[in-house]
Protein backbone atom coordinates (compact mmCIF):
# COMPACT_ATOMS: atom_id res chain seq x y z
CA UNK A 1 0.00 0.00 0.00
CA UNK A 2 1.28 3.24 -0.72
CA UNK A 3 1.63 6.18 1.97
CA UNK A 4 2.82 9.71 1.12
CA UNK A 5 3.66 11.88 4.48
CA UNK A 6 4.54 15.09 4.37
CA UNK A 7 6.39 17.69 6.68
CA UNK A 8 8.05 20.15 7.23
CA UNK A 9 5.34 23.38 6.53
CA UNK A 10 4.34 26.18 8.31
CA UNK A 11 3.59 30.22 8.89
CA UNK A 12 6.58 31.97 7.54
CA UNK A 13 6.95 36.01 6.64
CA UNK A 14 7.19 36.61 3.14
CA UNK A 15 11.05 36.13 1.89
CA UNK A 16 11.61 33.51 4.45
CA UNK A 17 12.56 29.70 3.46
CA UNK A 18 11.14 26.21 4.29
CA UNK A 19 12.04 23.09 3.26
CA UNK A 20 9.81 20.50 3.16
CA UNK A 21 9.93 16.50 3.31
CA UNK A 22 8.18 13.64 2.00
CA UNK A 23 8.67 10.19 3.11
CA UNK A 24 7.94 7.71 0.82
CA UNK A 25 6.70 3.88 0.81
CA UNK A 26 4.50 0.89 -1.37
CA UNK A 27 6.61 1.13 -4.65
CA UNK A 28 10.03 1.08 -5.12
CA UNK A 29 11.24 4.53 -4.51
CA UNK A 30 14.09 4.55 -7.19
CA UNK A 31 12.30 3.39 -10.32
CA UNK A 32 10.24 6.23 -10.15
CA UNK A 33 9.59 10.35 -10.82
CA UNK A 34 8.66 12.48 -8.09
CA UNK A 35 6.95 15.48 -7.95
CA UNK A 36 5.70 18.16 -5.43
CA UNK A 37 2.28 19.54 -6.28
CA UNK A 38 0.19 22.37 -4.33
CA UNK A 39 -3.01 23.53 -3.71
CA UNK A 40 -4.31 27.00 -2.83
CA UNK A 41 -7.81 27.78 -1.35
CA UNK A 42 -10.47 27.74 -4.27
CA UNK A 43 -7.75 26.62 -7.25
CA UNK A 44 -6.90 23.57 -8.66
CA UNK A 45 -3.75 21.27 -7.42
CA UNK A 46 -1.05 21.95 -9.42
CA UNK A 47 2.29 20.65 -10.57
CA UNK A 48 5.27 22.50 -8.72
CA UNK A 49 8.54 20.32 -9.18
CA UNK A 50 9.40 17.32 -10.04
CA UNK A 51 12.42 15.01 -10.05
CA UNK A 52 14.23 12.01 -12.36
CA UNK A 53 15.06 8.52 -10.47
CA UNK A 54 18.46 9.41 -10.29
CA UNK A 55 18.00 12.61 -9.05
CA UNK A 56 19.90 14.37 -11.73
CA UNK A 57 17.20 16.05 -13.49
CA UNK A 58 14.86 18.24 -12.48
CA UNK A 59 11.69 20.25 -13.59
CA UNK A 60 10.07 23.61 -11.82
CA UNK A 61 6.71 25.11 -12.48
CA UNK A 62 7.31 28.62 -13.74
CA UNK A 63 5.69 30.17 -10.67
CA UNK A 64 8.72 28.91 -8.28
CA UNK A 65 11.90 28.45 -10.72
CA UNK A 66 14.76 29.64 -9.57
CA UNK A 67 13.50 29.83 -5.86
CA UNK A 68 13.24 26.24 -4.85
CA UNK A 69 15.43 22.99 -5.57
CA UNK A 70 13.73 19.96 -5.01
CA UNK A 71 16.00 16.92 -4.24
CA UNK A 72 15.87 12.79 -3.14
CA UNK A 73 17.37 10.58 -1.04
CA UNK A 74 16.76 7.25 -2.83
CA UNK A 75 18.14 5.09 0.02
CA UNK A 76 15.51 7.10 2.30
CA UNK A 77 12.81 6.98 -0.10
CA UNK A 78 12.86 10.56 0.65
CA UNK A 79 11.57 13.71 -1.62
CA UNK A 80 12.61 17.16 -0.40
CA UNK A 81 11.30 20.51 -1.80
CA UNK A 82 13.53 23.51 -0.38
CA UNK A 83 12.20 26.83 -1.13
CA UNK A 84 13.35 29.91 -0.62
CA UNK A 85 12.39 33.91 -1.08
CA UNK A 86 8.83 32.68 -0.33
CA UNK A 87 6.01 35.05 -1.23
CA UNK A 88 2.17 35.20 -0.52
CA UNK A 89 1.29 33.59 -3.41
CA UNK A 90 3.31 30.72 -2.12
CA UNK A 91 0.46 30.01 0.35
CA UNK A 92 -0.93 26.42 -0.18
CA UNK A 93 -1.02 22.70 1.51
CA UNK A 94 1.96 20.56 -0.79
CA UNK A 95 1.58 17.07 -1.63
CA UNK A 96 3.97 14.67 -2.99
CA UNK A 97 3.31 11.59 -5.23
CA UNK A 98 5.34 9.70 -7.46
CA UNK A 99 4.60 10.09 -11.03
CA UNK A 100 2.86 8.43 -13.98
CA UNK A 101 5.34 6.37 -15.61
CA UNK A 102 5.15 8.13 -19.05
CA UNK A 103 3.04 11.01 -18.27
CA UNK A 104 6.48 13.57 -19.08
CA UNK A 105 6.39 16.66 -17.90
CA UNK A 106 4.81 18.72 -20.59
CA UNK A 107 1.68 17.03 -18.28
CA UNK A 108 2.54 15.63 -15.44
CA UNK A 109 0.63 13.00 -14.01
CA UNK A 110 0.19 11.98 -10.17
CA UNK A 111 0.39 7.76 -9.87
CA UNK A 112 -1.00 7.77 -6.67
CA UNK A 113 -3.90 8.99 -3.93
CA UNK A 114 -2.73 12.29 -2.36
CA UNK A 115 -1.28 12.10 1.38
CA UNK A 116 -2.42 14.56 4.25
CA UNK A 117 -0.40 17.21 2.69
CA UNK A 118 1.66 19.86 4.38
CA UNK A 119 0.35 23.15 4.90
CA UNK A 120 2.57 26.23 3.94
CA UNK A 121 1.75 29.90 4.68
CA UNK A 122 3.55 32.88 3.98
CA UNK A 123 2.35 36.56 5.71
CA UNK A 124 3.10 39.58 3.74
Known amino acids: QVQLVESGGGLVQAGESLRLSCAAS????????MAWFRQAPGKEREFVAG????????YYSDSVKGRCTISRENDKNTVYLQMNSLKPEDTAVYYCNYLRPGAGYANPQPFDSWGQGTQVTVSS
Open 51 to 58: IRPNGIAT
Open 26 to 33: GRTFSWYD
